[in-house]
């Protein structure tokens, strides 16, 4: 206890609607960090800041202190060839089939600019891009500082674990409202990725908010909110940061599951791969590149002449892994067929990622193991025509005993009509930016 402060008057505080003094803030943090607020405590405190909200000072102090609960990285002074390399990062609030940090990253590094993704495990409907990667013979997600900023001056990507000290009370918190339903919430959205964005050290940061079905917020209004105060948040400690409000409605790609989205990606970095996943990984790179100082760059140009490829290479190389060794394929496979004739309006976002994690691809609790090869393969996507009888998802396991639930949660994923549907929706939305 400090000064007065203690657990039950933050939580009366904020249950009475008042807001949090930045002593309150520092002091809860802080104390949960070190094990002093217990669990019970801070769920309480959590969800009377989910139906009570935060102001922007208080989110900036919450930011802050959790910041100051571990230690912050430094990228400043890489170096390639006597130059020094400028730092762009992005994160995607987290989508169902988003594998665009796999091409993205080497696409934006064959321009000679530094690209650090510190990145997560999957939870829930969402994957994770480091149970993606893991999917790969060898590749590890484990890199110490110094492998981190030599692979930086070497390669110019680095896709790998954050490490633990990296805003730990962040870390704590985020297991906690996985289970209490407290991650619906802007302030604490917004603060536990910017926290750990800030924590990182980058230059400049891009940030995808996905909007729809198969986001965290599936409301466009709380999306935007929620796109500015990252915006703001980083702009304040000095970050060049952007974010894309992208449509999460639909999957993006054609696959939601580790291998499979490995492959999808590799597919786009040989100048191939589905046009919605290429457009978005085009609209990011893009604007890491402005971000970098290279408004005039055109990322296409390395898809089509393999420098991107090359990239990706050396990057999976680097971490231990095989990029020519195939990637595992499940042992059973079962289809979904479409149930009428005509045109595919809409696929449910949020079901197939449900279909693929109950598949295998991801975990309920942290920790658990992941299959590489568990996933869903889209036949589909809205404005293609479809009969009835014809394949409109390819389900992928080890354990076929799960296809019943994934069936059962694909049940009227898929909206077909008979005519064709009216202009579908743009993936890039909108654009947050303060001049
Ligand atoms: N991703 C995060 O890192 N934190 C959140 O609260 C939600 C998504």
């Known amino acids: 206890m400090s000064a007065g402060i203690h657990a039950t008057s933050v939580i009366a505080t904020k249950r009475d609607g008042a807001p949090l003094t930045t002593e309150q803030i520092e002091w809860v943090i802080d104390a949960y960090t070190r094990g002093d607020v217990v669990p019970e405590q801070m769920s309480a405190l959590l969800m009377a800041i989910v139906l009570r909200g935060m102001e922007r000072r208080e989110i900036d102090d919450w930011t802050r202190a959790m910041i100051a609960s571990g230690t912050r990285m430094n990228f400043s002074g890489l170096r390639r060839g006597g130059e020094v390399l400028a730092t762009v990062d992005k994160h995607s609030t987290g989508g169902v089939g988003d594998k665009i940090t796999l091409p993205l990253a080497p696409v ?84 536990s990725i910017m926290s750990k964005k800030i924590a990182e050290g980058t230059d400049a940061l891009v940030l995808d908010v996905k909007v729809g079905s198969g986001a965290f917020l599936p409301d466009e209004a709380l999306a935007r909110q929620l796109a500015e105060t990252m915006v703001s948040l980083g702009v304040d400690a000095g970050v060049r940061t952007t974010a894309l409000l992208t449509d999460m409605d639909n999957p993006l790609g054609r696959t939601a599951g580790n291998a499979l989205e490995v492959a999808e990606s590799l597919e786009v970095l040989a100048g191939g791969g589905p046009a919605d996943v290429v457009e978005l990984t085009l609209a990011l790179a893009r604007e890491m590149l402005d971000a970098a100082g290279l408004p005039d760059a055109d990322p296409a140009t390395a898809l089509a002449d393999g420098s991107a490829m090359d990239r990706w290479r050396a ?24 149930p009428e004739s005509g045109f595919v309006h809409r696929i ?21 193991p992941v299959q590489a090869e568990a996933g869903v393969v889209l036949h589909a996507k809205p404005g293609d025509r479809v009969c009835a009888g014809s394949p409109l998802y390819t389900l992928c396991t080890q354990t076929p005993e799960r296809f019943d639930a994934a069936r059962a949660a694909l049940e009227g994923a898929t909206v077909i009509a008979p005519d064709p549907p009216p202009d579908t929706r743009p993936i890039v939305l909108d654009r947050v930016r303060f001049e």
């Open 108 to 191: 934006v590094a064959s321009f000679g600019v530094a690209v650090p993704q510190l990145s997560g495990r999957g939870l829930g409907h969402t994957g994770g891009t480091l149970d993606k990667l893991e999917s790969i013979p060898g590749w590890r997600a484990d890199l110490s500082t110094r492998q981190i900023r030599d692979q930086l001056e070497r390669v110019g990507a680095v896709i790998c674990a954050a490490g633990a000290d990296l805003a730990p009370a962040d870390r704590k918190l985020y297991a906690l409202r996985d289970v209490t339903g407290t991650v619906e919430s802007v302030p604490l959205i917004a603060s």
């Open 348 to 368: 449910d976002a949020r079901a197939v990622g449900d279909a693929a994690w109950l598949l295998g691809a991801g975990r309920s609790r942290p920790g658990e």
């Open 315 to 338: 990057m999976i190389v680097a971490q231990g892994g095989d990029p020519d060794v195939p990637l595992p394929r499940a042992a059973h496979t079962d289809e979904v067929a479409a």
